[in-house]
């Protein structure tokens, strides 16, 4: 599976983003899929994910309420909606599909979040 993460930009804070992960070369209903970031400095890690059938989603708590994670299967698209964004949200976000015996990382796309 090939994705494309894009969406990232500079936006101050309280604003909003919504990034996309757009997913080629295999089913891409056949994965859960799950965004990460990574801060400067800072070990890369989990942000919100979701079945593959869109059905359940899951958030760490330093983005509960204030993310939501879709899907578009129909499209091969997933999404992350980032709303009320914090200067702490400032990372490279990461898209990611698994399955049970297979993994793919999107590249980055750089969030930065200004006070």
């Known amino acids: 599976v090939q994705l494309q993460a894009c969406g990232g930009g500079l936006v101050q804070a309280g604003g909003w983003l919504r990034l996309s992960c757009a997913a080629s070369g295999r089913t891409f209903s056949n994965y859960a899929m799950g965004w990460f970031r990574q801060a400067p400095g800072k070990e890369r890690e989990f942000v919100a994910a979701i079945s593959w059938s869109g059905t359940s989603t899951y958030y760490a708590d330093s983005v509960k309420g204030r993310f939501t994670i879709s899907r578009d299967n129909a499209n091969n698209t997933g999404y992350l909606q980032m709303n009320s964004l914090k200067p702490d949200d400032t990372a490279i976000y990461y898209c990611?599909?698994?399955?049970?015996?297979?993994?793919?990382w999107g590249q980055g796309t750089l969030v930065t979040v200004s006070s």
């Open positions: 990611k599909v698994v399955a049970s015996t297979s993994a793919y």
